[in-house]
């Protein structure tokens, strides 16, 4: 079999398809959690509460983040090295703001009587934000080695750097899409 250029270019490279295939296991993942949480509170039992307004102004952080990010990858591919690199930093920042809210949603959650042990509403609840939360935190780890990229190596556009960023971006936009998706259907379900 001989070695054809053409083919080899069009495929996947293997770290985003490592990746792609770590999001398949997420949705899984966050899919049997949502499947239980509606099959239990059929049963009954089931406690109402309200949504604190927490988690939508941590909505709001993720998303202008995920803007943020995005931005900076094009002002990085366009050699734009101080928005880049501010615009990163931007979205570091906007990361931290959503997991300071979540905990204020949770404290707020925790104040009204909806905690782990009381009802098993506030069990789903916890452990469907508290798994997102560490998927944002696995995130934000990856946006802090882009920083340590962004701040210590110099500015030079290279594949290698390109493909990095592409994939801290994309496990980026996911997380957000998830976290749009767990807080509709929180909101829709409860």
Known sequence: MSYNPQSYRNRIHPHKFALYLSFASIVMMFGALTSAYIV?????????YTMPVYFYYSTAALILSSVAIHASYINFKNENEIP???LLLAS???????????YHGWNALFNVGVDLKAN???SFLYLIT???????????????????????LPFVVTDK????????????????ALWIYL???????K
């Open 40 to 48: 239990k509170s059929a049963a009954g039992n089931w406690l109402e």
């Open 84 to 86: 880049y690199k501010l």
């Open 92 to 102: 570091f920042v906007l990361g931290i703001t959503f997991v300071v809210f979540q």
């Open 120 to 122: 098993v509403s506030g």
């Open 130 to 152: 508290g798994l997102h939360a560490a998927h944002i935190l696995g995130g934000i780890a990856a946006i802090v080695v882009a920083l340590l990229h962004a701040f210590t």
């Open 161 to 176: 750097r390109k493909l990095r960023f592409q994939l801290v971006i994309n496990y980026w936009h996911f997380v957000d």
């Open 183 to 189: 807080l509709i259907f929180l909101l829709v379900c």
